[in-house]
């Protein structure tokens, strides 16, 4: 019965992220201009400050330890194991996009490093020149002409917006291993995404402990650091010159 309702659940996730993802807009004009829309700033303060002391009492120990006692190669493993895992709901994405490109490298990535790469552990993908595929259902919707919409700071995911709140919603349930019987990767892909984020934290300590425990505001450092992160991901705005976009992940701290 499970199985059987999975398909609607991935329909009510598509209506409500078009509509969440629609319910917040900002005036063309300040948009234009760069501005930060936060409507919902005192309460996205308070769930940053939630994300900070979780992030003070677990997940930065946590994550320290892991890359301390993990050789480095293992943490590499984990998490293009994790990425491996995500291939089919990029795939399905980049459909939806429209990019036939995009969507046959994540195919190939998958089939290549789910035989060759040892069920993902390794990365011959690369090797064999097949790009890397980085998308989600935010940027599908982006694709689709949905509006940024507010800032927002999710419990636990961190920095986002209402239309990249919504795409994490729709992504539990784009990724077709989630449609298979007696599908033994159906909750092994969020464990390899929580490793696969612990590696980052840790891999990344220094940076991230700067703007979260050393900046004179950490909620508004993180906010910008997202919203330049993201746009130029997108093709929206310019490259970060302090930190490199591609280096930094600021979602879930």
């Known amino acids: 019965m499970a199985y059987m309702l999975r398909p609607h659940k991935f329909l009510f996730a598509l209506i409500f992220a078009a509509f969440a993802a629609g319910c917040a807009s900002q005036d063309p004009v300040a948009r234009a201009a760069g501005e930060v829309f936060d409507p919902y700033e005192k309460t996205n303060r308070t769930v940053h400050a939630f994300n ?3 992030d003070r009492l677990a997940f930065r120990p946590a994550s320290k330890g892991y890359v301390a006692i993990v050789p480095a190669p293992m943490v590499t493993s984990f998490s293009h194991f994790a990425e491996n895992l995500s291939m089919p709901g990029q795939m399905i994405n980049a459909l939806l996009q429209g990019d036939l490109k995009m969507a046959g ?7 290549i490093n789910s035989t060759v790469g040892f069920a993902g552990l390794a990365d011959p993908a690369s090797e064999f020149n097949v790009p890397p595929v980085d998308t989600d259902f935010g940027e599908t919707l982006h694709v689709w002409g949905v509006g940024e919409g507010a800032y927002v700071e999710l419990p636990f995911f961190g920095p986002s917006t209402s239309r990249d709140a919504a795409g994490i919603a729709v992504d539990f349930f784009t990724n077709p291993l989630g449609y298979v019987e007696q599908n033994t990767a159906d909750n092994i892909s969020i464990y390899a995404e929580i490793v696969r984020r ?5 891999n990344y300590s220094d940076t991230i402990d700067s703007i979260l425990y050393e900046s004179a505001d950490s909620y508004a450092q993180s906010r ?6 993201r746009r130029f991901e997108l093709g929206e705005g310019e490259e970060i010159t302090e ?4 280096e930094l992940n600021t979602e879930g701290f």
């Open 105 to 111: 490298n994540a195919f190939s990535r998958f089939v």
């Open 198 to 202: 612990m590696g980052d934290r840790g």
């Open 224 to 229: 910008l650091i997202y919203l330049q992160n």
């Open 243 to 246: 930190i490199d976009p591609f």
């Open 52 to 54: 900070r002391g979780v």
